[in-house]
C-alpha cells in the first residue's frame, strides 16, 4: 500500500488528526474530521479555522517552550494530556512519526473535546462517592451475570457483623454471583431480569437475622435495565419490636373500643337521667309555683284573719266597756233598791206604829188603822218588789261579771290568735322566701339538668368519635403491621 493509500485512511478517519513540523512547531496538517471539530471550537479559538494551517503551536500553550521540549525528544512520547482552551477541554495523545529509516521526523496529535465525557465522569465518581458513604446498605449486580459488582462502605461494614452467617467472606463480596445467597436463585435471577416488576421488597431470613431487601432497577440512557441496586438493612430488631406493637397496640385499641363503648353507654344514661331530672324539676317547679300561689292565697286569708281578729278585738273590748256600764248601773239600781228597801221598812214599821196607835183609839182609829195596813202591806209588796229587784240586779250583775269575764277570755284568746295569725304571717314570708329559693334552685337545676343533657349528648357525641376513632386506629395498625 503507498502513500496516498494511508493519507487517505487518515483523512477519512473519523478521530482528530494533526501533525506539526519538526523544526518550526507550525501546524501543517489537519484532517477533515479535525477541521469539522474546530470549526465548532471557532469561537474560543486563537485563530480562524482556515488559518490553523501554518499557525504555531504556541498560540495554544501558555508555556511553549515546555512543548517544543517535549515534542523535540521522542523518548517523552507518546505523551498523554489534558488541556483547557476557553472553557472546552482537550483530550491530546501525542505520538511520534518515524520514516523508513526509523527516523523521527514529525509529532502526531490524535485529540477529542472530552469536556462532556470529564465533567460526567466527575459526576459520576462524586455520586459513585456519595453511594460510598450514605449511611444505608447498597449493592449492584448485573443482570446479565448475576454477579455483585459494588458494595458501599456500609454494606461491608453491616455485613461484617453477620459475616458468620454468610457463605462466604465479606472481602470476596464483589464478583461472587447472587445465587450463593439463595435456595432459589431461578426466582432471583427471574425477578431481576424484568424491569416491569421492579421495584421489589422483600424480607428474608438470614439465620437469626431478618434483612429488609428494595431492589430497584439502574438504566442506561436509553431506558435498557443494566443493573440491579439493592438497598437493605437488618431489621432484626425493629421486626421485634413490630411484634410487640402489635400486640400491645391491639391490647390499647381494644381497650380503648371497650371503654368507648362503656362511655357511650354510660352517657346514654347520663342523657336519659338528665331528661327525666329535666321532665321531674319541670314538674316540681310547676307544683313549686302552685305552692307559691297557694303561699299567697294563705298569706291573704292570714291578713283578713287577722283584721277580722283586731276588729273582735275592739269589738270585744268595747262589750267589756259597755258591760262595765252595765254593771256600774246596776250597782247604782242596787243603791236606789236598797234606799227603797229602807223607806219600806221605815214606812212598814210606821204603819205598825199607825195600826198600834189606831187601836189604841178605838172606833176613831179604825179608818186610820185600815189606811196603816194598806201602807203596811204597800210597804211589803215594795220590799218584796225590791228584793226581787235586787235578786235580778244580783243575778243580772252575776252574769254582767261572768259575761265581763268572758268577754275578757275572748279578747285575750282573740289576741292570742292575732299573734298566732302574725307568727303565721312571719313564717308565710319566710315559706314564701324559701319557695322563691326553691323556684330559683329548681330553675338552675333545670338549667344544670339541660346543661348536663346537651353535655351528655357531646360526651355520647365523643365517645361515638372515640369508637370510631378505635376502629380506624384497629385498622390503621393492622395496616401498618
Known amino acids: ?98 520514516d523508513r529509516s526509523g527516523r523521527y521526523i514529525a509529532p502526531m496529535v490524535t485529540w477529542a473535546v472530552v469536556t462532556e465525557k470529564l465533567q460526567t465522569e466527575e459526576q459520576n465518581l462524586m455520586q459513585q462517592q456519595m453511594l460510598d458513604q450514605l449511611p444505608i446498605n447498597a449493592m449492584m449486580c448485573d443482570v446479565k451475570s448475576f454477579k455483585i459488582t459494588y458494595a458501599n462502605q456500609a454494606t ?32 432471583q435471577r427471574e425477578l431481576l431480569s424484568d424491569d416491569s416488576r421492579l421495584p421489589h421488597n422483600a424480607k428474608i431470613k438470614l439465620g437469626d437475622e431478618t434483612l429488609d431487601l428494595r431492589i430497584a432497577p439502574v438504566k442506561d440512557k436509553d431506558g435498557e435495565m443494566i443493573a440491579a441496586l439493592v438497598t437493605w438493612a437488618v431489621v432484626t430488631r425493629q421486626v421485634k419490636m413490630v411484634a410487640d406493637f402489635e400486640t400491645n397496640i391491639k391490647t390499647v385499641v381494644e381497650g380503648v373500643s371497650s371503654a368507648a363503648t362503656q362511655m357511650q353507654s354510660t352517657s346514654e344514661s347520663m342523657a336519659s337521667a338528665a331528661e327525666e331530672t329535666s321532665c321531674q324539676a319541670r314538674t316540681v317547679a310547676t307544683a313549686s309555683e302552685e ?139 319566710q315559706q314564701a322566701a324559701a319557695t322563691k329559693e326553691v323556684n330559683s334552685s329548681i330553675s338552675e337545676v333545670s338549667q344544670a339538668s339541660s346543661a348536663s343533657g346537651k353535655a351528655a349528648t357531646e360526651t355520647l357525641t365523643a365517645a361515638a368519635d372515640l369508637s370510631t376513632q378505635a376502629n380506624v386506629l384497629s385498622e390503621a395498625a393492622n395496616h401498618f403491621l
Not at 36 to 55: F, Y
Not at 84 to 94: T, Y
Open 1 to 98: 500500500m503507498g502513500k496516498r493509500p494511508f493519507q487517505a485512511m487518515v483523512e477519512d478517519m473519523p478521530i482528530n488528526v494533526m501533525t506539526c513540523d519538526l523544526k518550526t512547531f507550525q501546524i501543517d496538517y489537519a484532517n477533515t474530521q479535525a477541521i469539522e471539530t474546530l470549526k465548532s471550537l471557532q469561537k474560543i479559538l486563537p485563530v480562524p479555522v482556515d488559518k490553523i494551517i501554518g499557525t504555531p503551536i504556541d498560540a495554544f500553550h501558555k508555556d511553549p517552550e515546555h512543548q517544543r521540549k517535549l515534542l523535540k525528544d521522542p523518548k517523552n512520547l507518546p505523551h498523554q494530556a489534558v488541556i483547557e482552551i476557553g472553557g472546552e477541554k482537550l483530550d491530546l495523545l501525542i505520538s511520534p512519526i518515524y
Open 156 to 187: 461491608l461494614r453491616t455485613l461484617k457483623q453477620i459475616e458468620h452467617l454468610l457463605p462466604i467472606k465479606v472481602n470476596k463480596l464483589v464478583g461472587t454471583c447472587i445465587d450463593q445467597f439463595h435456595k432459589n436463585p431461578r426466582y
Open 291 to 429: 305552692l307559691s300561689a297557694s303561699i299567697d292565697e294563705i298569706r291573704r286569708r292570714v291578713g283578713m284573719a287577722t283584721q277580722i281578729a283586731a276588729n273582735a278585738v275592739d269589738r270585744a273590748n268595747d262589750s267589756k266597756r259597755r258591760v262595765n256600764e252595765l254593771v256600774e248601773a246596776s250597782q247604782k239600781i242596787t243603791s236606789v233598791t236598797k234606799l227603797i228597801n229602807q223607806i219600806a221598812s221605815q214606812t212598814n214599821l210606821l204603819a205598825l206604829n199607825a195600826t198600834v196607835e189606831a187601836t189604841r183609839a178605838g172606833e176613831a182609829g179604825k179608818g186610820f188603822a185600815v189606811v196603816a195596813n194598806e201602807v203596811k202591806a204597800l210597804a211589803d209588796q215594795t220590799a218584796r218588789a225590791t228584793a226581787e229587784i235586787r235578786n235580778e240586779i244580783e243575778g243580772m250583775q252575776n252574769a254582767t261579771t261572768a259575761t265581763n269575764n268572758a268577754m275578757a277570755a275572748i279578747a285575750d284568746t282573740i289576741e292570742k290568735i292575732n299573734e298566732n295569725a302574725d307568727a303565721m304571717a312571719v313564717a308565710i314570708e
